[in-house]
């Protein structure tokens, strides 16, 4: 039997996250050349399968995961409730294969011997390629120079390249550098998402050319700590 996520979901927490969402759905309206082209990623990192059934109920069909283990354990807890899942996370080369396993696309792919691991265990998976525009050492991300490559060498082991992601600086001019070269970078290569943009820099990533923005703190609130 196929589950409810309105049914499974508690009451006070499918309220909050439905307003929670369309205020998002305003947000993105407000700042998006063609809003119709933007996707809520629900990221749910720290908060429990509830949170998923609840985005799914409020109209969010795809949820992002940091966790490996978390997404594992969300995935078998709600069940075939349709959910397209994205894992967000840095790829562990020995962690790879459960990461094709568990998610549909993965997000994080930014080293050459993670594209060709990904081809070898999981032909034809799909992926998006994750860039960094700020060099700062704590950063995932292949380089700009470097993404091309990289999704050149992906396409030609069989992998399905559907876009590039990237997290901004925090200032607003580095952002919308960010953002800029990003969608540039993506027009170039002839990939079709940019998954730019969070809950605090969500218009300015709409506002050049973000097709997937990554929100959790927007639709759950503060994050739970451990």
């Given amino acids: 039997m196929t589950t409810s996520p309105a049914s499974s979901a508690d009451a006070s927490l499918l309220e909050r996250v439905r307003d929670n969402v369309a205020e998002a759905r305003r947000r993105i309206e407000s700042s998006s050349p063609d809003p119709s082209r933007v996707r809520i990623v629900a990221v749910t990192k720290t908060f429990g399968p509830e949170a998923v059934l609840a985005a799914v109920a409020a109209g969010v069909g795809t949820v992002g995961e940091n966790y490996l283990s978390e997404l594992e354990a969300k995935r078998h807890a709600i069940g075939d409730v349709a959910v397209t899942w994205h894992f967000l996370g840095a790829l562990q080369s020995n962690k790879i294969a459960r990461a094709t396993r568990a998610a549909d696309v993965l997000c994080g792919v930014s080293r050459r011997k993670e594209v060709a691991k990904i081809a070898a265990v999981a032909p034809g998976s799909a992926i998006y390629v994750e860039v960094d525009v700020t060099e700062i050492p704590t950063r995932s991300g292949a380089p700009v120079a470097a993404a091309g490559d990289l999704v050149a060498e992906a396409r030609g082991l069989g992998l399905e390249v559907r876009g590039l992601m990237t997290v901004a600086p925090p200032d607003r001019d580095?952002?919308?550098?960010?953002?800029?070269?990003?969608?540039?970078?993506?027009?170039?290569?002839?990939?079709?998402?940019r998954s730019m943009g969070m809950s605090a820099d969500l218009e300015l990533a709409c506002q050049h050319g973000s097709t997937e923005v990554r929100l959790g703190r927007a639709l759950f609130g503060s994050r739970v700590v451990p």
């Fill in 174 to 193: 580095g952002a919308a550098l960010a953002f800029a070269t990003i969608r540039d970078l993506a027009d170039q290569l002839g990939v079709v998402e």
